[in-house]
Structure formats: C-alpha cells, structure tokens
C-alpha cells in the first residue's frame, strides 16, 4: 500500500502513478456518461435533461469532497516522505473522523433543500419532476460517495493509485448493469440512473473495506488516532478547505452557465449537459496530472527534495499541455459526432441538441489545455502547502471572465453556442497566466535562503 516517490526517474513516477489513476477517473466518468447514455436510448430529451442537470449538480458536491480530501492526500503525502508513520495514521484516523460527521450533515441538509436546489438552476419545468427525483436517491447516497473519496485520498497519498482503481472498476460495472435493469427494464427513467449510481457506490465502498481488512499495509491505526486532534485536524483543513472553495466555485460558475444555457430553451439545456459530461470524460489526463503533482510533490516536499517537486511540475504542465493541444485540433472535427452518440439525431429535437452541442464543444474543448496547465500548478501549491493560491486564480479567472464572458456569449449570439464554449476556455488561460506569475514569485522568493544555507 505505501510507496516512496521520492526517488528515481521524475517523468516515470508520474506516469506510473498517474495512469491508475487516469484509469480510475476514467471508470468513474464512463459510468456517469453511462447514465446519460443509457437513458438516451430508453427516454426522451426531458430525461435525459433532468440525469444531466441532476449529475452536474452531483459533480459539484463530489468534486468538492475530492478537494477537501486533498487535504488528506498532502498531508498523508508529506509525512510518508519524511518517514513519521505515526503522523500517517493520525492523518488516516481524523481524516475519517472529519469525513464521517461532514457527510451525515450534507445529507441532512441537502435532502432539506431538493427543492430550491432545482428551482435555482432553472430546470426546464419539463425536466423537473426527473430532476427532483435523481438528486433525492442521490443526496441519500452521499455517504457512501464520501466514503470512496476519502478511501481513494488516503491510497494515493500513500502512493497507491492503483487500488482506487481496482474499487471504481467494480462501480463502474455494477452501475452500467443496473442502469439497464432499472431504466431499460423497470423503466424508473432518471429516477433510476440515480438508484444504479448509488448502489454502485455502496458496492465499492464494501469492496474497499473488505481489501483494507485484508491488505497489510504497515500503518496501524488505532482508536486513539479516531480523535480529533487540533493540530492535525487544522492542517488537513488548511489545505483541503481552500481546494473545495475553489472547485465549489468552478462548479458554481459550471451550474450558472447551465442556468444560462436552461433559459435558452430544452435543447440549448441538453447540448450544454452532454457536453459537460465529454468535457468531463476529457478532463481526464489534467485531473491525474493535478493528482500526480500534489501526491509526489508532496511525498518529495516532505523528504525536503523541492527542486524535484519542481521538476515533477515541469513534466506535468508539458504532458497535459500536449493532450490538451491535441483534443482540441481533433473535436473540431469530431464533435457532432461525438454528442450525436448521447442523443437520436434522426429526430427534429435531437438534430438540434447536436448541431448546438457541436458549437459548444468546438470553443469548450480548448479548456482542455488551459486547464491541463494550471491544474498542474494546481497540483504544485498544494503540496507546498499554498492551497490558497488554487483558489485565487480560478477565482480571478470565474469572476472577471468566465461568468461574464458566459452571460455576453449567450446574450449576443443567441443562435449559437460557440462564444460560451470559448468563454470557459478563455477563464482558464487568464488562470495560468496568473499561476505562472505566483510560481514565479514563490521561487524567487526561496533563492535567498537557499543561498544563506
């Protein structure tokens, strides 16, 4: 389970760490595009509208909990460098601790708010039903989607991203074959992609469990390390609240171009939505890189080998720079293509949803390469601990572009989804600039005491 990757080739761990979790990412986005899918062929555009305007709101609660486990993966990540086992399971244990009292809360809460949840996006009202009724079995699984998010964080922050891999494996099966049974069989439309969704979960948390019962991984975590410690507690917050802040605003500001995209009209709505869920499946390699560089970096900022962290960086922003350039030349080719894959487009409604959904993809996907790039440097802040600076340059670039840059989009080319798609892309690139700048700083700001030393 613990592995060292304070030691050889930089561009080799990278890739061996991050391509299990590229693949785990990967199972996980294939059975959230396989609800979307699968209800395609068996319901019709409000369906398949509610599924997606439900999952994104899903996304964002998920994307925030990866964040705040972040917190889990840096910390478990720089004490696995400098050796301290006992500080690795006190991590383990009040990471456990916090998640478990959060997600009780959050279901609680969320359950109270359905409702208004979907009144504020702006659900097409023949959407709403479908929607109301995917996040209600949904909000009822959090615990469970918790649980393997914080399960995952602590693998990777021990260097394993392989067995995340192996648990999400078994979601991904389970929730493709009960989304046939309830949609294709039962016929529960969006009320079953959510009930296949949540019992996937369940059965990845239980496999998870079991293997840990079973894995000898040289830490033991005892009840004494169950106990909230302030020191501990305050360092997994530090570092984990300002990444969810961050990815809940990106989501946020996701939700309300949907919500400019919903008052527009159902197809506008549906070609926003699937194209969320191709962006999703595309944000794969800048995700891992993010991933990679938090947990090695950390691991080689604990062992005190920063200018290997800083290489680790450079490797990453090349890597995701690349595939995101590449992406983005092919979808302008591709795209219709690809979104007709989530729709019928023999019929009037659905040759609209992909004639839309192309235009949106085509200026979207080059958020592909901006992202990739201040994930990466994403990635580098949180090992060092600067988690705060992840969510000042995405809250710079939502803000002054993004949100703006969306609502002028849709306002003055009201035919076309094209300048939104370009909008998103355009808030990335002001946010490596700005990455750029702040790494800048932090590196010439540690010269001097290196030179003293």
């Known amino acids: ?39 395609g062929q068996f319901e019709g555009v409000s369906s398949t509208t509610a599924v997606s305007v439900g999952s994104q709101v899903m996304h964002m609660l998920t994307v925030m909990i990866v964040g705040l486990a972040m917190g889990s993966t840096v910390s478990i990540g720089q004490a696995v460098g400098a050796g301290d086992r006992k500080s690795v399971a006190s991590c383990i ?44 079995i949904c909000f009822l699984g959090i615990p469970f989607i918790t649980a393997y998010n914080i399960i995952s964080s602590i693998f990777r922050g021990m260097g394993d991203s392989k067995s995340p891999m192996y648990f999400i494996a078994v979601a991904c099966a389970a929730n493709i074959g009960l989304d046939y049974l309830f949609m294709g069989g039962f016929h529960m439309g969006p009320a079953g992609a959510a009930l296949g969704t949540t019992l996937s979960q369940a059965v990845s948390v239980a496999v998870a469990l079991a293997v840990i019962a079973k894995k000898k991984g040289g830490i033991a975590v005892g009840l004494q390390d169950l106990a909230p410690r302030s020191f501990v507690m305050g360092k997994l917050l530090k570092i984990g609240v300002p990444i969810a802040l961050q990815d809940g605003f990106i989501q946020i500001s996701f939700l309300v171009i949907t919500v400019i995209a919903n008052r527009r009209g159902l197809n506008d709505a549906a070609a926003v939505g699937i194209v969320e ?12 890189m993010l991933s990679a560089v938090s947990a090695l970096g950390a691991q080689n900022i604990g062992a005190g080998r920063t200018e290997r962290a800083r290489q680790t960086l450079r490797c990453a922003v090349i890597i995701a720079a690349c595939f995101g350039l590449c992406v983005g030349v092919l979808a302008q080719f ?59 340059h995405n809250g710079i670039a939502i803000l002054l572009v993004r949100l703006p840059g969306a609502y002028l989009a849709s306002a003055l080319f009201p035919s076309t989804l094209f300048p939104m798609g370009l909008a998103t892309a355009a808030g990335s690139l002001l946010s490596v600039i700005v990455c750029a700048i702040a790494f800048w700083l932090l590196s010439r700001n540690k010269k001097p005491a290196a030179a003293a030393s």
């Open 1 to 39: 389970m613990e592995k060292n990757l304070t030691s050889g080739s930089v561009f080799r761990n990278i890739v061996i760490f991050s391509l299990p979790y590229l693949l785990s990412y990967f199972l996980q986005t294939l059975y959230g595009m396989a609800d979307l899918f699968i209800i």
């Open 93 to 136: 244990g009040n990471t456990v601790t916090l998640f478990l009292g959060m997600s009780v809360v959050l279901t609680a809460v969320l359950l109270l708010l359905v409702n208004p949840i979907v009144s504020v996006i702006s659900t097409p009202k023949e959407a709403v039903p479908g929607t109301v009724a995917y996040l209600t």
């Open 277 to 288: 869920k191709i962006i999703s499946f595309l944000f794969l390699i800048p995700s891992s």
């Open 334 to 392: 591709a795209s219709e293509p690809v979104v007709g894959l989530f729709t019928d487009p023999s019929k009037a409604e659905g040759a609209q949803v992909v004639r839309l959904g192309g235009q949106y993809l085509r200026g979207y996907v080059w958020d592909c390469l901006f992202a990739g790039i201040h994930f990466s440097f994403s990635g580098y802040f949180c090992a060092c601990g600067k988690s705060g600076l992840s969510f000042l």
